[in-house]
């Protein structure tokens, strides 16, 4: 027997369950098919400001304890070479903990530095659950094949085959519909993203340390009940997992961040792509569209992937709707494309402006500084304005170098 829905969405992280809770909303029959999701994922678990005001209406209809958040007050950037660090304050944090069952819904615009870190966990399953009670069905079976057809595609589990009128592949870097329908990732376009979750510690600070061998940064994000560690490095940057954790595991003992924690090990990809590859990115057809870290949107730098999973989340509910990805193509390469290739224009110059130890030392001497850092945490802060930001404040030696780097694609 071959079943049938409106739109199926494969993959149930935070852009198929935000695309699934849109369509719901407007009346679509949307089946998700995901068996593994919520699940603890290796990401620092950062939600930035513009991510929660896209999606703060949907979770704060649901219990406070839904997604229990640890409340961040500011990041502190490490030079451990040079025995440097820096405070940089983060104020107007959400915490789901204020909303909820007092019927008060969160205020998604307190702040453009507001930030909170949550269980990836919880805060995935907040969103999953939104769309499930907005009327999604969630079927809890790997998709082993998909296939278009001239009506739609076809899905195929184990057990069961599904008719759908339009295909969102919000799968992920290993994306199944990306491999089906365009391409798979190469490996210069992905990154490795390994760490360690270490349980029964836990903080009220972001701990950042960027680095240049690999380019990229070691971060130490606390959620409710322990510290999300890790290190990110592009994978063909001759680095393997092993020793990418090796060098976050040497991290952790050179700060002493967890000691007497239990080190739990993780690994995972993330698309990092350059701005060659940003230009020709394949994000959709006339029956289908991909979304999230599937479409490769992700940002070259931070790897923030959680708003752009939201934001192009959102869009591919309209093109489903629609029955046609062009919209939504010519969207994405309007509103995030640019953003995104710029970021991957800067990425080589801006951690080695970061690891020379002079971002450090502006961080603490210039509040102006500190400020625009805080905008960039929270994604307040733009690539292509970064530059001509970091003038203004006056720290002459900095600018000069931000304004110098990005000349490589």
């Known amino acids: 027997m071959i079943h049938s829905t409106d739109v199926a969405v494969i993959g149930a992280g935070p852009a198929g369950a935000w695309a699934a809770y849109n369509l719901a909303r407007r009346g679509a029959r ?26 703060a209406g949907a979770i704060g209809e649901l219990s406070a304890s839904a997604v229990p958040a640890a409340l961040i007050r500011r990041a502190r950037f490490l030079n451990s070479a040079a025995r440097q660090s820096a405070i940089v304050p983060l104020t107007g944090v959400w915490d789901p903990r204020s909303g909820g069952s007092s019927g008060r819904r969160p205020d998604p615009t307190v702040s453009e530095t507001a930030l909170f870190v949550a269980s990836r966990a919880a805060f995935d399953v907040a969103l999953l659950t939104a769309a499930c009670q907005a009327g999604a069905t969630l079927m809890t079976a790997r998709v082993t094949d998909v296939s278009l057809e001239s009506d739609g595609a076809r899905i195929c589990t184990a057990d069961d085959a599904f008719r759908a009128r339009f295909l969102i592949g919000a799968d ?13 990732f190469n490996r210069h376009e992905l990154s490795i993203a390994t760490g360690y979750f270490a349980h029964g510690v836990t903080s009220d600070e972001i701990v950042i340390e960027l680095i240049q061998d690999p380019p990229g940064y070691i971060w130490s994000f606390p959620r409710p009940t322990h510290l999300a560690i890790g290190i990110c490095g592009q994978a063909d940057a001759g680095w393997t997992a092993a020793a990418l954790r090796e060098r976050a595991a040497a991290w952790i003992r050179c700060t002493r961040i967890a000691d007497g924690a239990r080190l739990e090990p993780y690994s995972w990809p993330i698309p990092s792509l350059s701005a060659q590859s940003l230009s020709g990115l394949e994000l959709g057809g006339s029956k289908w569209c991909l979304a999230g870290d599937a479409a490769g949107l992700v ?24 029955g046609d990805a062009s919209r939504y193509v010519a969207r994405v390469r309007a509103e995030i494309v640019p953003e995104l290739a710029h970021a991957a224009r800067l990425r080589t110059g801006f951690f080695h402006l970061a690891s020379s130890g002079l971002l450090i030392n502006a961080l603490t001497q210039s509040a102006a500084v500190s400020a625009v850092m805080a905008n960039l945490i929270a ?31």
């Not at 999701?37 to 939600?47: I, Q």
């Not at 733009?382 to 000349?407: D, F, I, N, S, V």
């Open 299 to 322: 940002d070259p730098i931070t790897r923030e992937g959680i708003y752009y999973a939201l934001l192009s989340g959102e869009w591919t509910a309209d093109a489903a709707l629609a």
């Open 379 to 409: 994604g307040s802060q733009g690539y292509a304005g970064l530059k001509w930001r970091l003038l203004r404040t006056m720290e002459w030696r900095l600018a000069w170098q931000a304004l110098t780097m990005g000349h490589a694609p």
């Open 172 to 184: 992920g870097a290993n994306s199944l519909v990306r491999r089906r329908c365009a391409r798979p």
């Open 30 to 55: 949307v089946t998700i098919f995901d068996p593994s999701h919520p699940r603890e994922k290796p990401c620092g678990g950062g939600v930035t400001g513009r991510a929660l005001a896209l999606v």
